[in-house]
């Protein structure tokens, strides 16, 4: 699959995971909530790891910055 991920979308990515990771230590997230948004948060490492997000290529969304010829 094709890179989509610009620098600034990664680290946006990453600091949202690591916030919700925070709030689910911390006992502040419990329950379902913190299911679904430590599945979410999952999700977003993987993606700015790999550079790609799968829902951006139906939508041809494009953060990198290139410009496609």
């Keep these: 699959m094709p890179k989509n991920m610009g620098l600034i979308d990664k680290i946006a990515r990453i600091v949202l995971a690591i916030v919700v990771a925070v709030l689910i230590f911390t006992g502040s997230l419990t329950g379902v909530a913190a299911v679904v948004l430590g599945i979410l948060a999952a ?3 993987l993606t700015s790891v790999v ?18 010829a």
């Design 43 to 45: 999700v977003f490492i």
């Design 51 to 68: 550079g790609t997000c799968p829902l951006y290529l139906p939508f041809k969304i494009d953060t990198t910055g290139k410009k496609k």
